[in-house]
């Protein structure tokens, strides 16, 4: 559905207009930024003493800094063609990018307030956006869509569970709660890669959308879902034989295998911002694949969770706003200049950061420098382009 909403006539800042501008905008920044700490934490240098401490503090704000923020910049505006309902805006908006920023703020700046507060202002902002989108979806009666809620609502489950971690001085609850949080966004990306991909990539080739197989979708979702269940009742404290959850991980992987490899991507290799989509989404078999041999003790399960994280979620996000905030700002979709390089390097930054260095450990402090600089350089090209996109009205003089 993709019917046009109420028109406001009230003025509006072209960043309040919808939650991509801001959102878009902010967590490519923010992503930047939490990256040079990191990279000069390996250096030595301590530009941060934040709460939890810097191994936290970087681990919870790429996934609730970073990538809370692009999920909910991305599902607030979506719901809006979803319903035909107008999205927040205007200052209910400004007011959620404030408590966002503010918990930003206040977890790398903690300046002695007591941990409830800052887990309380952190934690207030996942609920929120899904209470926005559950409202919008129930007036509309489109039940299709609520099932964004709950993974919303889990997603600060996970968050809940990274703070209780640092109060009460358990690392489990910490490693746990950032898997599943990296779990669910995947889980997203199974959800919206399957609406998206397919019909991207069809309209762009000229072709017929190839139709679904039913089955295949079943089982893709089905069994994401169940990994993502195996990893609740872990963080539950749930003692959980690893070849079950390394077995449930795999089927998981093939589903997804099989199901992108229907999607023509191979057919892509012309546009970036679509290879970057088949591409990014091929990072989920493969990093569920990675997990299931890392359970088994082929290596350390973190290798298989940047897999996830910078090949699937972080790239899929580059590509996903690149084409999103060229639509909705009333421009022509087409990839600009360096949008394919630096997706290439986001790429490049999961190869080395995961399998590359699972074969080769011994080169980890030159891995980790290379897959920082080129995260940055990847988003910095996509600022370059699209801050003033993003902070302006729409070309086509549209609201939005």
Not at 89 to 112: F, I
Not at 266 to 288: C, K, Q
Request: aromatic share 10%; glycine share 8%.
């Amino acid at each position: 559905m993709n019917t046009s909403p109420p028109v406001d006539r009230q003025p509006r800042l072209p960043i309040a207009q919808l939650a991509f501008r801001p959102f878009f905008l902010l967590a490519s920044l923010f992503s930047v930024l939490a990256m040079v700490v990191w990279f000069a934490f390996w250096h030595g240098d301590i530009l941060l003493r934040p709460h939890g401490g810097l191994m936290w503090w970087h681990q919870h704000e790429m996934i609730f800094g970073f990538g809370a923020a692009v999920v909910v910049g991305f599902l607030l505006t979506a719901v809006q063609n979803w319903t035909g309902r107008k999205s927040v805006s205007g200052a209910p908006l400004l007011g959620l990018v404030a408590l966002w920023l503010a918990a930003r703020l206040l977890l790398a700046y903690p300046s002695g307030l007591p941990t409830w507060l800052l887990a309380t202002i952190d934690l207030a902002f996942l609920p929120l956006a899904a209470l926005i989108m559950a409202r919008l979806v129930v007036a509309a009666k489109l039940w299709r869509n609520l099932m964004f809620v709950p993974v919303l609502l889990l997603l600060a489950t996970a968050n809940l569970a990274m703070h209780l971690g640092v109060a009460l001085g358990k690392v489990e609850l910490i490693r746990e709660g950032a898997y599943l949080a990296v779990l669910l966004i995947a889980v997203l990306m199974v959800l919206l890669g399957g609406r998206v991909i397919p019909f991207f990539t069809s309209r762009k080739l000229g072709r017929p959308q190839l139709a679904p197989i039913p089955k295949l979708e079943k089982l893709t979702l089905a069994s994401v879902l169940a990994v993502v269940l195996l990893q609740l009742l872990t963080l539950a404290g749930v003692a959980l034989p690893a070849a079950l959850h390394a077995s449930v991980m795999l089927v998981a992987a093939l589903a997804s295998a099989v199901r992108l490899a229907r999607w023509e991507g191979h057919r892509t290799l012309h546009e970036p911002l679509l290879w970057g989509l088949h591409l990014s989404y091929a990072f989920v078999p493969v990093g569920l694949a990675m997990w299931s041999m890392a359970l088994l003790g082929a290596f350390r399960v973190e290798l298989a969770v940047h897999a996830l994280a910078i090949g699937g979620i972080g790239s899929m996000m580059l590509a996903m706003m690149a084409r999103v905030s060229l639509g909705h700002t009333g421009r022509v979709i087409r990839t600009l200049p360096g949008i394919g390089v630096g997706l290439g390097l986001m790429f490049a930054a999961a190869l080395l950061r995961s399998p590359i260095l699972a074969a080769f450990p011994q080169i980890s402090h030159w891995i980790y420098n290379l897959s920082i600089l080129f995260w940055c350089i990847a988003y910095l090209i996509f600022l370059f382009h699209y801050t003033l996109p993003l902070l302006s009205a729409r070309v086509d003089g549209q609201e939005g």
